[in-house]
């Protein structure tokens, strides 16, 4: 860990730096829970949205109103004061080239890419004055569930957004998007791209790396099928997230490939002491380690009772 993150306690949006004209471009399960929160809030004036799929349109009419859709990408963003580029990462560069493009120089542009060494690659590439109003920020808010007819307005309740400014951002830019986040209920946390790429690595890209393949032996064994009629809540507890959309996670996956590949290997070395306990039949070391698990999720568990019992910062 290269980082201490910190968190942020500020103003609520409207009393730092009101935007009138919030652009959603993307309208999946974060684009349109994003919509939903910004009209259940009245944070924003005016909310303008755009997905290149019509069905994601037809929802967003749905949910925010017709007069919420925009006819283009260009026409979402134009006259926007902040755009939110809610694609997904490997989709991100082609789309914030088009946002620079049609947005007004003063608008702030940010994103919700789960990776963000890949988001920087393309930030690095900018101009000094496009890049310092590129906010890159992570709501650690999905689920197993795709797309907008799972969007929900309290989706980001309680829940952590992690900014990851680069050297070019700028500082009162910054303030204005965990501003944001923070007036729809989110709890703030700063941290350089590199330490967020290793923490989410850690604790959200490897853990689905894992259902995956467990998931899919499974698949592959002729007997999985029947195996899994039968299996219980600790089945269906620890496979949720595999059911997870498969193509946005290989891009994940690709995206953050150096943090995971050296998780994948500490999490090898644990299932060879696993294993080599097993054949040797060593109780006492299969229960020193399942111990040493028990402890990792008591405190885990105690860290999300104290966050959600603390008011948002």
Same mark, same amino acid.
């Given at each position: 860990m290269t980082t201490v993150f910190s968190t942020t306690a500020a103003e609520p949006l409207g009393a730092h730096n009101p935007k009138q004209?919030?652009?959603?471009?993307?309208?999946?399960?974060?684009?349109?829970?994003?919509?939903?929160?910004?009209?259940?809030?009245?944070?924003?004036?005016q909310i303008r949205v755009w997905d290149p799929q019509e069905a994601a349109r037809q929802v967003a009419a749905e949910q925010l109103g017709a007069g919420s859709v925009a006819d283009s990408l260009q026409a979402a963003v134009a006259g926007a004061d902040l755009v939110l580029i809610t694609v997904p990462t490997m989709a991100f560069a082609a789309v914030l080239q088009q946002v620079l493009a049609a947005a007004k120089p003063s608008a702030l542009v940010s994103d919700v890419a /789960?990776?963000?060494?890949?988001?920087m690659e393309v930030l690095d590439q900018l101009p000094p004055e496009q890049r310092a109003r590129v906010v890159p920020a992570h709501p650690i808010a999905? /689920?197993?569930?795709?797309?907008?007819s799972h969007a929900k307005a309290d989706l980001f309740w309680q829940r952590q957004v992690i900014v990851t400014p /680069?050297?070019?951002?700028?500082?009162?830019?910054?303030?204005?998007?965990?501003?944001?986040?923070?007036a729809l209920g989110a709890r703030v946390v700063t941290m350089t791209p590199q330490a967020h790429d290793e923490v989410f690595s850690a604790v959200s890209h490897l853990p689905h790396l894992i259902a995956f393949a467990y998931l899919g032996g499974l698949a592959s064994a002729s007997t999985g099928h029947d195996y899994?009629?039968?299996?219980?809540?600790?089945f269906h507890d620890f496979t949720r997230i595999a059911g997870a959309n498969p193509a946005l996670w290989a891009d994940?996956?690709?995206?953050?490939?150096?943090?995971?590949?050296?998780?994948l290997e500490g999490f090898k070395s644990q299932i060879d002491q696993l294993s080599k306990a097993l054949v040797q039949g060593d109780r006492s070391?299969?229960?020193a380690h399942f111990a040493a698990a028990k402890t990792m999720r008591s405190a885990y568990e105690s860290c999300v009772h104290q966050r959600m019992q603390a008011k948002p910062n």
């Open positions: 004209c919030v652009a959603v471009i993307g309208y999946g399960l974060i684009g349109g829970s994003i919509g939903l929160a910004l009209q259940a809030t009245g944070l924003a004036r /789960s990776v963000k060494g890949a988001i999905g /689920s197993e569930q795709s797309g907008a /680069s050297a070019g951002t700028a500082a009162q830019h910054v303030l204005v998007i965990e501003h944001f986040w923070q899994t009629a039968m299996a219980g809540p600790g994940i996956c690709v995206a953050n490939q150096q943090a995971l590949v050296r998780d070391a299969l229960t």
